[in-house]
DNA sequence: ATGAAAGCGCTAACAG
DNA sequence: CTGTTAGCGCTTTCAT
């Protein structure tokens, strides 16, 4: 663990002019560099991080934050999170997933002493009490998702209105006229306020109002067990039901098999579209479910840059991006490898 | 953003006594120690946790070190992860997912100069460069899952030997002589040599002979189309099959599918038992897949605690900790919720 | 029981 | 172009 004193002695040259070949920081003669080099080569110099954090004020470290609730982790929650530190990477930047209570109440000694330059947070709540603690604690930070008033915030989210209005659009093409959605209970947990559902409840019902249908909205709960009663739910409220939108994967499986018992056959009798999903997540059911595919990698790109940006201050503006949920028809084929 | 040198004056009292009463280093009078936690309420003192480690060498943040590879989370990660932060949480450290290059390139400036107190790896190659690179830098670390001589190195692990025997006594119990094997085909991508699946080969190899019965291994490619062509591949090779193991979530949809469309039922003509799975996985299929569930929460936990014992100094031996899956045949109902 | 002071290893003015 | 030096905020002997 060779300090950077000892590659100067080592060198022949002041620590100062070590700091500098490090990090660029000013012009160094070619010959001075070529020494420190060969010291720092020698020594295995490694460069100590916290105590160039203590100086600088910065350890172009982020950190995304994930609320340590019983929740798994979606394909979906992954792919933001890989893509994410992959951009973070690309640009300079470690990303780490940090788990904090969801009321951020240990977002304190993550923050305090700049161990993080800025933060992300994920699975955002209408209200959520981090991004209070954040704003408090002046760290930048942007959202994957949107609290209810959002406007002067920094975000990047599913856009949920269009994602709903889109899936109602194929079912209505598809001649559906009676709707039922599917949707995780999460009352009374500390995730309650999860933004993603209230906008996709809010919008359904609106939507279905508009065009003159029926809709009608369950909550399940956990697992294939919670999919399947809230099948025999659905179908107690609206026996007519013809089309469901489900926005919980684990619960898709109860729900065909919830229907099935129920003498419903899927799709001829009943369509089942999964929405804010992923391609793998459909593919687990028989037939393939016809799915609205959760823009993953491109928020996670989006939110690490959108954060980035701030932090090297490469951007001003506020960054605000929607992007809807694509459609994948059960009948459609996989594509061929592009690569 | 209060300094302990401001406590200290606020309190009329020396940076020392703060920074005794902040972390009980030494006896402080109930008297000071009122004056200094009034002084740091008042100015709100947080503490630099950057400046701690310069000075303390210690951060109490460990790393629990994430391969990025195009490879999702599975269940079972997320279960380890989940787990072993509250285990570390509840243990006064901080766990963090952090995403290194198979490799190990990136490692030097995650642990230089203590960054992270230590760090655990999960995922592990039977000769994976990590953890030479980890000797090498000093830092303590320890492993969910094994390399192929483990002997010296702290690990917990699935037992995927007993794993196997179990399943085959299983499947034997129930009349079957003639099993497959399905395996992710990782040659030639960085994972090449991930140890559960050469473990897991092996012994099948093996045990199918030591029981005078037949096996045959096919490696699936990515998804359900994986699958698929996994169960083509294997009825080929031996038409006759009547047991299948998978060890792989994502291909297990495709793989039904697969034997279906060649004739065979599940499970009157073929048992298939997915294994290293978790109870969320085996739930999507229907019928539900008996699965052999994977350990998750308490290897999570046992692998915080063996790291943190080593830092702590708790403990000095060396953890060498194994646990098989267990069984959930596929008839098994739920249990009833516990709480 | 408390305080003084010497670092921890590096950055960034400021000189020269 | 390179060196001097004063911190960054806290921990930890060693005195008192």
Redesign the pocket.
């Known amino acids: 663990?060779a300090?950077?004193?000892q590659v100067a002695d080592r060198a022949g040259?002041?620590?100062?002019?070590v700091?500098?070949v490090?990090?660029g920081?000013?012009?160094?003669?070619p010959?001075?560099t070529a020494k420190v080099t060969a010291a720092m080569r020698e020594l295995k110099f490694r460069?100590?991080v916290v105590?160039?954090a203590?100086?600088?004020r910065r350890t172009r470290i982020v950190a995304l934050l994930f609320p340590t609730t019983g929740n798994r982790f979606s394909p979906t929650t992954s792919e933001f999170f890989m893509n994410a530190a992959e951009r973070a990477s690309e640009r300079g930047y470690h990303l780490v997933l940090w788990p904090v209570d969801p009321a951020g109440d240990d977002l304190d000694d993550l923050v305090s002493?700049g161990l993080v330059d800025g933060v992300v947070l994920m699975e955002v709540r209408m209200d959520d009490p981090r991004v209070v603690k954040l704003s408090e604690l002046g760290v930048p930070f942007t959202l994957i998702g949107r609290t209810r008033d959002a406007a002067e915030l920094p975000y990047v989210d599913i856009d949920f209105e269009t994602t709903i209005e889109d899936g109602l659009d194929h079912l209505q093409g598809l001649g559906h006229r009676r709707f039922g959605l599917v949707l995780e209970n999460l009352e009374g947990t500390p995730m309650a306020g999860y933004a993603p559902h209230l906008r996709v409840e809010d919008t359904f019902r609106r939507s279905v109002v508009d065009r003159g249908c029926a809709g009608t909205v369950v909550y399940a709960g956990p697992g294939s067990e919670g999919g399947r009663d809230a099948a025999r739910r659905l179908l107690e409220a609206d026996p007519d039901v013809t089309a469901v939108l489900v926005m919980k994967d684990d619960s898709s499986a109860g729900l065909l098999v919830g229907l099935y018992a129920a003498g419903r056959r899927v799709p001829d009798d009943v369509s089942v579209l999964s929405i804010a999903s992923s391609a793998a997540a459909g593919d687990q059911h028989h037939p393939r479910l016809s799915t609205m595919i959760a823009p993953g990698r491109e928020l996670g790109v989006r939110a690490a840059d959108a954060l980035i940006d701030r932090l090297d201050g490469t951007s001003t503006e506020l960054p605000h991006f929607l992007l809807p949920c694509v459609l994948r028809p059960a009948e459609s084929v996989a594509a061929a490898p592009t690569r």
């Open positions: 663990m300090t950077m004193q040259v002041s620590i100062a002019t700091s500098f490090v990090n920081t000013k012009y160094v003669t010959a001075t460069g100590n105590a160039r203590l100086a600088s002493g």
